[in-house]
């Protein structure tokens, strides 16, 4: 019998792979593609971000930003002394409408009670901090400028930290699990993705296609943050020399990865170019499309113990923020599985009963 076996070596896997390793567990890792061609890890934005609503989103990404500060030492291996994730700590800024901003007066008052550091603005405010913004139709803008958000090279973190649970004796494995009945091992972790409803029918959690465009602007303005706007729904971010972008229409039941570039003309590049001005002369230079884990019922995560096994843990429905979630996942479930409880941060609230009941709890700040 193994000890620990996770089902998916994405971001989740292997997160879980080196806290459990860390906590002396012995992990098996089993990936049905290891060349992750299809993942949500590589195809993300990399963001890591503590604007949420909810308390404990806030908390997983106060966790993310320290975690990923300290990968130079967490990390490090025999043969990768330098572990980077290539963080490029910007921050964010998110942009609100009339029709959003009691809202998110609501979720400043969490913003404070959990510190989150962040900063609120009236629209009319915002050209004196962000110059090349407009502030057409904007109430009310939420921003970090103390490098305590920001982006990540999503492939690099990810080898990081496999290459690290390995060192500290887990094992990944090429295979694909076609039944949780056919694991022999004291706990197993479903780590499957947006795939976790093909081996748990009663989990909410399907594929969502998301379009990402790369953009060229003649103006390059490298200090820009991650930026949100909630009244159309686009979000950027510098990107080396050009930018990314990305779509806000999503799509269930997608046949193929192929981005949809009709968006780009139709959705994305007005809106680019009401906000940024510049973005008036952007090229279209390339895009790709990738999953979100979405859980349909909530768009927020579902993690803990099913209380329908004795041994199997789930951590999936990340909706956008799997990756910068995936430290403090892969902490609290190792707290959960050594201890009985959580430790860390109280992530009770995501518990499987709550799907299972159709309890909902969303998050609206989905990007
Ligand atoms: C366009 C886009 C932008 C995004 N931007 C961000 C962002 O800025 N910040 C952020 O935090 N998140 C972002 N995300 C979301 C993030 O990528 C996901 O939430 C996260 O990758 C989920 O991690 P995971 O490990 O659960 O899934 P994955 O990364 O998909 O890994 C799951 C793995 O499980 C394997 N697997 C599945 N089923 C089986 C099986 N039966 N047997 C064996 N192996 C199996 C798969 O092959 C896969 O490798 C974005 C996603 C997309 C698509």
């Not at 295979?175 to 009945?181: F, P």
Request: glycine fraction near 8%.
């Amino acid at each position: 019998m193994d000890d620990v076996v996770i089902i998916g070596g994405g971001i989740i896997g292997a997160s879980s792979a080196y806290f459990l390793s860390k906590a002396g567990r012995k992990v098996k890792v089993i990936e049905r593609d290891p060349t992750y061609k299809k993942a949500s890890f590589p195809l993300s934005l990399g963001g890591f971000r503590r604007q949420f609503f909810q308390k404990e989103n806030i908390l997983l990404g106060k966790f993310a930003k320290d975690f990923i500060f300290q990968i130079p030492e967490l990390l490090k291996t025999e043969k990768n002394p330098n572990p980077t994730a290539s963080m490029v700590p910007n921050g964010y800024l998110l942009l609100f409408g009339p029709e959003h901003a009691k809202e998110q007066y609501e979720a400043l008052k969490n913003h404070k009670a959990c510190d989150a550091g962040t900063k609120n603005i009236k629209g009319e405010e915002l050209s004196k901090v962000f110059p090349y913004v407009s502030s057409d139709g904007i109430e009310t803008a939420t921003y970090t400028d103390s490098k305590i958000e920001g982006w990540i090279d999503p492939y690099l973190f990810h080898n990081a930290l496999k290459s690290k649970a390995i060192e500290l004796g887990a094992k990944f494995i090429k295979g694909e699990i076609k039944s949780i009945k056919e694991i022999n091992a004291k706990t197993i972790i479903s780590a499957a993705g947006c795939w976790t409803n093909e081996l748990l029918s009663d989990i909410p959690v399907v594929p969502q296609k998301h379009t990402v465009f790369r953009v060229k602007c003649p103006k390059h303005i490298p200090e820009m943050p991650l930026t949100g706007d909630l009244t159309t729904g686009v979000y950027w971010r510098p990107e080396g020399n050009e930018y990314l972008a990305g779509s806000p229409i999503s799509k269930f039941d997608a046949e193929d990865l192929e981005p949809e570039w009709n968006d780009f003309e139709e959705l994305v590049w007005p809106a680019l170019a009401k906000r940024i001005p510049a973005f008036e002369e952007l090229k279209l230079t390339g895009g790709w499309a990738g999953y979100y884990d979405c859980n349909k019922l909530d768009n927020n995560a579902v993690v803990g113990k099913h209380p329908k096994y004795d041994n199997l843990f789930m951590a999936t429905g990340f909706t956008g923020r799997g990756l910068m979630q995936a430290p403090g996942i892969g902490r609290a479930l190792t707290e959960l599985i050594t201890t009985g409880s959580y430790q860390s941060i109280d992530l009770s609230c995501f518990a499987i009963e709550r799907v299972l009941e159709n309890n909902k709890r969303p998050e609206p700040y989905v990007l």
